[in-house]
């Protein structure tokens, strides 16, 4: 299990400016590294190195060896990425990766020691008190960011410990949407509202701040996006923590990977769908259940909202917005809440297959009345 937390940095002027000019340099042989892979068409590690190390060494000796090669994997592992169809770049400002080579984090004494182009920098940081309970754990990788709007500087580190080993069978399902966030196989309504009126008030500040096109008005827009980001970021933490809490030990979850790229409805349907933040919601229900020894399994996403949760029939024509009345055994219930009893079956029938013991099915002492 992975954590990783973040810490503002605090040095002198003559600091700052070591670290940027290391930052622009980093990025700088990133750039020539990912450029050489690109058009050798390879992400070898090996044959990377042996191409361009002491060429980069040669033109840009205040780099030490380290960050050389720091720049060298992060570069093939993006070409890797993107498997080499397109030429990755990175900008002078852009985050940058430190090793244990190169980083030295005392965490009791609040300080690390960090290299850069012009020797080791001494970084001061306090630790919020949310942080405090991972730092006894072991300290995987780091990275350095810059922001250079506020001209400060942030340390990410990535902690290790070992995950509670998951226990149990019982099964909750979850059914994400655009009006109902979540909705829960045990009668557990998640709704937007919140979101949906957020969503309008900046939605028409966009506008007519669009429409003054000053450069005041640019700028607020830009603190605009980031106050809605931060909103919606928020209501997430929110909803996946009480989900994450209720007494199941597994949650299923649709697939809903390819979405986005399937036939569309129309202009307002394409920007409710785009403003939906299913996967933020997803990200944090699986972090925040690895965190408790809870599994999260995907099933497929076919046909919960047609199928029956009662008798298993299925039929298109079932659902009528909101509302579901089965044509074959006349159950009426919440479309939403339908589809999450049926993503809860199907999260069943995947751990009958994965496991010889049946599980408890946490949804099977919910009562089938009609919503």
């Not at 299990?1 to 605090?10: A, G, S």
């Amino acid at each position: 299990m992975d954590r990783t937390i973040k810490l503002k940095l605090e040095m002198p002027d003559e600091g700052k400016e070591n670290l940027r000019q290391t930052v622009v340099l980093f990025n700088q042989v990133f750039n020539e590294v990912a450029k050489y892979g690109f058009e050798n068409h390879t992400y070898s590690k090996v044959s990377i190195h042996h191409a361009t190390y002491y060429d980069i060494r040669e033109r840009y000796p205040e780099l030490n060896s380290s960050h050389v090669q720091g720049a060298r994997d992060v570069a093939c592992e993006a070409l890797k990425g993107v498997k080499l169809k397109r030429l990755p770049q990175s900008f002078p400002f852009s985050a940058i990766r430190y090793n244990k080579n190169t980083i030295r984090i005392v965490f009791e004494h609040g300080y690390a020691s960090v290299s850069s182009v012009n020797g080791r920098v001494k970084v001061c940081f306090t630790i919020p008190k949310y942080y405090e309970q991972y730092l006894g754990l072991e300290v995987r990788s780091s990275t350095l960011n810059y922001d250079s709007r506020n001209d400060l500087f942030y340390l990410h580190v990535t902690l290790r410990t070992e995950s509670p080993k998951p226990s149990g069978n019982t099964v909750l399902g979850i059914d994400r949407g655009i009006v109902n966030v979540a909705v829960c196989s045990n009668n557990v309504f998640f709704n937007d509202s919140k979101v949906k009126n957020a969503r309008a008030k900046y939605a028409y500040l966009r506008k007519e701040l669009q429409s003054k096109g000053t450069k005041s008005a640019k700028s607020l827009l830009k603190k605009i996006r980031r106050k809605e980001r931060r909103f919606v970021t928020d209501v997430n933490h929110c909803i996946a923590k009480d989900i994450v809490n209720m007494p199941f030990d597994v949650i299923a979850l649709e697939d809903l990977t390819s979405i986005r790229v399937q036939k569309r409805k129309g202009k307002n349907f394409n920007r409710k769908l785009n403003n939906w933040s299913f996967y933020q919601l997803e990200q944090f229900i699986r972090y925040k259940a690895e965190a408790l020894g809870k599994r999260v399994i995907s099933v497929d996403p076919r046909f919960p909202s047609q199928k029956c949760s009662k008798c298993g029939h299925t039929y298109k024509g079932n659902r009528d917005g909101s509302s579901y009345r089965c044509r074959n055994c006349g159950f009426q219930i919440h479309a939403d809440l339908n589809a999450a009893r049926n993503i809860a079956q199907a999260g069943i029938s995947c751990l009958s297959r994965l496991s010889v013991n049946q599980p408890n099915v946490g949804m099977s002492a919910v009562q089938d009345t009609a919503q």
